[in-house]
């Protein structure tokens, strides 16, 4: 038995996290429902919001935060050497970046057979909505999102986690497997009577770089689910939209346009209400006419009867004019959201792939408009994410053991989002910029050119291997060159002179056959 169980632990941390969970079901029925259903309620009717402007901005938001996280057309980390050993390494440079940018392909060749995209995209818009996901990355690399109601964590005033616990349920049969005894009758929180699920919780504790995990149900530990792991290797990864020391949990993006997007709401409702009540067409009879209104509703189209046209009226709605304040207040407001969740920002064009330029465009939109929350990204998802493929990797012996303090993962952001394409472009630029001040021979003479074609593959992401000529290649290849010149110059030479012998031949002949005739 435990000093404090799981499951009370767990209640303890739930109650701050009430407030932050009351915000995102309210944000997730203004948006996408079934993102967050309310009360955890699973296979339940959800409520249909009337507008559909919250879907959309999520859903472009989280697009473009995924295509700018982890850009298909090149790695999104950079292997870096620190400077001491970038100096001692001097002409081996060049191989030494082929080779790291080898491994950053491999890394990024992992997130594609993974999958991982798939549920990297789920996260982002538990972020965009709720502000706080937690990932799980398995041992053969697959990504598992918890979301906001299946968790409770505490972290420092700094933000760093400190505790995680993740709530969630077990079968009974499961439990007698591991435990060779039927489960208490009280634990579980499914469904009444035998056939109720188990409270399964997940204990993540992170104390002096150590992650300790383990898990619990009805008090028991699960034999073999004990783990004692670096910092850096534990597979559980919290994550938040935005930071606020103090807070053990983020806020979500949408939180921030609750009040616009209620406003959207109750319009959307209004006009769509209003509008279906003024398409009523309803045709009033004078009671003591002489027009009868068996005349008026059994008359086809265009038909004619007789009557009288000051005994028949038209109901209409007189509300015209605040159908059109409405729509003008609508419109306002889907300006406003459009605005915030980059509707009507054309950063990319349509095309299957998308260059390096309009990543960084790209890159460079999300920073300036969401406040920084691609750098928060980048360290919290990013970074992590590519430590737990390069464990991953070193174990099954896909990628070398990386010297420590040596070579290290970093993700640069803003400008730089593309890594090793930023230094290309540097290099392109250097080079540009040489042969408009020396000249395009200075520059051949004073570089080494394969050196500069190594680094603009690796800066390009392009895998170098059998693609530049081995120097002794290229010098053997340049000697035979020189002798096929040669010969043929050899060749040219010759043909005259052989034709002048030939025609003297010819010609000697011809004499002696004139005289003895």
Known sequence: MLKESASKRYSTLSKDRQCFLNRAWDGAELTIPYILPRNGAQNQELPTPFQSIGARGVNNLAAKLLLTLFPPNSPFLKFQIDDFTLEELQAQRAPVEEGLNSMERAVTDEVEAQAMRVPIHEALR?????????????????????????????????????????????????????????????????????????????????????????????????????????????????????????????????????????????????????????????????????????????????????????DVSVLQMEKFNDFRVARETLESVERRLAAAFLLNQAVQRDAERVTAEEIRFLANELETSLGGIYSLLSHELQLPLAKRIINSL??????????????????????????????????????????????????????????????????FGIDMKGLIKPQEQVQQEQQAQQQQQQQAEMVKAGIPNAVTQGGEMMKQGAQQQNVQN
């Open 394 to 459: 070193e174990k099954q012996k896909k990628l070398p053991q990386l010297p420590k303090g040596t070579v290290e993962p970093i993700i640069v952001t803003g400008f730089e989002a593309l890594g090793r394409g930023n230094d290309a472009n540097k290099l392109a630029t250097f080079l540009q910029t040489a042969t408009q001040v020396v000249g395009p021979e200075a520059v051949i003479t004073y570089t080494n050119v394969s050196d500069v074609l190594k680094r603009l593959g690796v800066g």
């Open 126 to 310: 538990h972020l965009i909505i709720t502000g706080n996901v937690v990932l799980h990355i398995g041992k053969d690399n697959k990504v598992r999102v918890f979301h906001l109601d299946q968790f409770a964590c505490r972290r420092d005033p700094q933000g760093k986690v400190l505790e995680i616990i993740i709530k969630e349920e077990m079968s009974r049969e499961l439990y007698m497997d591991i435990f060779k005894q039927a489960p208490p009758k009280e634990t579980g929180s499914g469904a009444s009577g035998d056939e109720k699920e188990l409270d399964l919780y997940t204990v993540i504790k992170n104390t002096g770089g150590r992650v300790k995990v383990h898990q619990e149900v009805g008090d028991h530990v699960i034999p073999n689910t004990s783990s004692d792991l670096p910092e850096e290797k534990s597979p559980y990864i919290a994550l938040r939209f935005s930071r606020i020391d103090g807070e053990d949990y983020g806020r979500g993006f949408v939180e921030e346009y609750l009040g616009d997007l209620k406003a959207l709401e109750g319009l959307s409702k209004a006009i769509l209400e209003g509008s279906a009540a003024a398409a009523r067409a309803i045709f009033l009879v004078r009671p003591n006419g002489t027009t009868k209104l068996k005349t008026i509703s059994q008359a086809p189209n265009l038909a004619v009867r007789q009557g009288t046209a000051d």
